[in-house]
């Protein structure tokens, strides 16, 4: 069964203190790796698509980087701006086009 | 360009009572899902469809849940009688056509909160 774990649940960060979030998954034959933004009240946001070990994709403060059994987020001189959930998703290839979702990681940013 | 829209956006019923969510996605999509959060836990799938047809209702959780997609526009998911656990965000998302590459980037609406008392 596709599984996505993330860790940790939740990451205080001072204002310009880079970190990294986890993402590790299960999936048979995986599809793409996805990477959304939620706020507080809305729906998720998308951020990156990876589709391959060794991949990275970049959107300023962000980088999102994948291997075999892991995907990072690592965001670099945060911003409180930065604060928000942040959701690991995959898709398989046995699965249709369903999305499988981490519980995500609550980010806050404090100035 | 409007984004997907979702109504209502909070609504609260007795046990065994009905509702009807509706969402509309972005003109030209095709692809329709839904997805539900409930306390505590991550967002799962419902199901899926392309235009009009049903592609995948394996994350409905049982036959109280019944969505709908007339015309290939907008959606319907009613669930009839609503129990306790039924609690939670129920989440429309749409993407335009399926391609090998798929790119991934599913766009959601801000979601529909349903409190069952």
């Known amino acids: 069964e596709d599984q996505v774990t993330q860790s940790p649940e939740a990451l205080r960060l001072q204002e310009g203190e880079s970190s990294s979030l986890n993402c590790s998954y299960t999936v048979s034959g995986l599809r793409g790796l996805f990477w959304y933004r939620q706020d507080p009240g809305k729906g998720p946001e998308f951020l990156f698509t990876l589709y391959s070990a060794g991949e990275e994709k970049e959107k300023e403060r962000l980088k999102a980087t994948l291997t075999k059994k892991e995907s990072f987020l690592h965001i670099t001189a945060p911003k409180p701006e930065d604060s928000a959930t942040y959701l690991c998703?995959?898709?398989?290839?046995?699965?249709?086009?369903?999305?499988?979702f981490g519980a995500g990681t609550r980010l806050f940013v404090k100035a | 360009e409007a984004g997907v829209t979702q109504f209502p956006s909070h609504s609260v019923i007795e046990k065994g009572q009905t509702v009807t969510l509706r969402c509309d996605p972005i003109s030209g999509h095709d692809n329709l899902y839904w997805y539900r959060r409930v306390m505590g836990k991550e967002i799962k799938f419902l199901l899926h469809?392309?235009?009009?047809?049903?592609?995948?209702e394996s994350g409905m959780p049982n036959n109280r849940f019944l969505a709908e997609r007339t015309g290939g526009t907008y959606s319907t998911l009613k669930v009839q009688p609503a129990e306790l656990e039924d609690s939670g965000v129920y989440f429309c998302?749409?993407?335009?056509?399926?391609?090998?590459?798929?790119?991934?980037?599913?766009?959601f609406g801000e979601g529909s909160r349903l409190t069952v008392l």
């Open positions: 998302a749409s993407s335009q056509d399926m391609s090998y590459r798929n790119t991934g980037e599913l766009f």
């Open positions: 469809f392309v235009k009009e047809s049903k592609q995948d």
């Open positions: 998703a995959v898709q398989g290839d046995t699965g249709g086009f369903k999305t499988i």
